[in-house]
């Protein structure tokens, strides 16, 4: 797979998802959380916030960085790919387990799709 492909698809989803927690987190909060405790529906608003511009950078970063020599692209596929693990092992321990976050599989399932498109990319990058 040319590195082009997958950091084109791992780009445009982070910056989907980024645009998504910048203005649609208000309509996503209720099936996020078991609770409706103001406070608690007001972080989780005010921390998807705080990560819309980290996400997008993320995404802008892969889009910017199509065209780069395969030893740089392998890098950066690698990063997403190291990072991306650690956030897996956050969504399947922490949030599954958290009794206040309405957490399932299906939520997680357009980031495992992309998480398997950079371990692709990395292994098969032309």
């Not at 084109?8 to 405790?37: C, R």
């Not at 819309?52 to 889009?63: D, M, R, S, V, Y």
């Not at 065209?67 to 991306?84: C, D, F, Q, R």
Request: net charge neutral; hydrophobic share 55%.
């Amino acid at each position: 797979m040319k590195t082009k492909i997958s950091l084109s698809i791992i780009g445009t989803f982070n910056i989907l998802m980024s645009l998504i927690m910048a203005f649609a987190i208000k309509d996503m909060i209720p099936t996020m959380l078991n609770t409706e405790v103001l406070e608690a529906v007001r972080m989780v608003e005010v921390m998807h916030y705080g990560l819309f511009p980290a996400i997008l950078t993320i995404g802008l970063t892969c889009i910017l960085c199509r065209n780069v020599p395969i030893e740089t692209a392998k890098k950066i596929l690698l990063s997403y790919i190291l990072g991306t693990t650690i956030l897996m092992l956050v969504f399947f321990t922490v949030f599954a387990n958290e009794p206040l976050m309405s957490f399932s599989i299906e939520m997680v399932i357009p980031d495992i799709i992309v998480y398997l498109v950079s371990i692709i990319g990395y292994i098969k990058a032309k």
